[in-house]
T-cell receptor, first 115, second 112 residues
Framework: DTEVTQTPKHLVMGMTNKKSLKCEQHMGHRAMYWYKQKAKKPPELMFVYSYEKLSINESVPSRFSPECPNSSLLNLHLHALQPEDSALYLC??????????????FGSGTRLTVV | QKEVEQNSGPLSVPEGAIASLNCTYSDRGSQSFFWYRQYSGKSPELIMFIYSNGDKEDGRFTAQLNKASQYVSLLIRDSQPSDSATYLCAVRKNSGYSTLTFGKGTMLLVSP
């Protein structure tokens, strides 16, 4: 299995809703990432988990709450979002070991629209 | 100076031509370099990585790295309309899981 699976693929939510994005990989990768990508912009790092522990939070607003329940799963809990949070949310995973060759494997993304 | 710079394009080439995509980076400590292809509305897909000076070839793709000039490029030979996409250059400073820094991407348009 060489895939990162993200669900749902599309999500429309109101500003008062609570929703969660899910990400799953079975490649044995112990680093997992959440990125946000707006149209015609590069992916922007939000969070990094390494060995199921949060290692990087890029000053993301608290209305985004990540969770890594186990080595295969990564969630992003959403609450009280703003319309400007509408974007493509990408999950990625990679090896952690000391090597030069490991890039990220991205999931297909969740297209989020906040209304 | 931005960490990873790419010309946003679009770069337009006719079918069958060589497309040359360029990327410069500011941190001399950068060790690994990646090229991702992203179709509109889709997620990035890894095409090539390179970490040694010189050329690395994979099919129609060649990645070139010049650490002294802090420059990395991607050549696409025999360009096809299906190559039309945005190409993201990404740089990693260290080995292991240290994060990738992405350039803004170059849009490539290959006309039939």
């Amino acid at each position: 299995d060489t895939e990162v699976t993200q669900t749902p693929k599309h999500l429309v939510m109101g500003m008062t809703n609570k929703k969660s994005l899910k990400c799953e990989q079975h490649m044995g990768h112990r680093a997992m990432y959440w990125y946000k990508q707006k149209a015609k912009k590069p992916p922007e790092l939000m969070f990094v988990y390494s060995y199921e522990k949060l290692s990087i939070n890029e000053s993301v607003p608290s209305r985004f709450s990540p969770e890594c329940p186990n080595s295969s799963l990564l969630n992003l809990h959403l609450h009280a979002l703003q319309p400007e949070d509408s974007a493509l949310y990408l999950c990625a995973s990679s090896q952690v070991e000391d090597s030069l060759v490991y890039g990220y494997t991205f999931g297909s993304g969740t297209r989020l629209t906040v209304v | 100076q931005k960490e990873v710079e790419q010309n946003s394009g679009p770069l337009s080439v006719p079918e069958g031509a060589i497309a040359s995509l360029n990327c410069t980076y500011s941190d001399r400590g950068s060790q690994s370099f990646f090229w991702y292809r992203q179709y509109s509305g889709k997620s990035p897909e890894l095409i090539m990585f390179i970490y040694s000076n010189g050329d690395k070839e994979d099919g129609r793709f060649t990645a070139q790295l010049n650490k002294a000039s802090q420059y990395v490029s991607l050549l696409i030979r025999d360009s096809q309309p299906s190559d039309s996409a945005t190409y993201l250059c990404a740089v990693r400073k260290n080995s292991g899981y240290s994060t990738l820094t992405f350039g803004k991407g170059t849009m490539l348009l290959v006309s039939p």
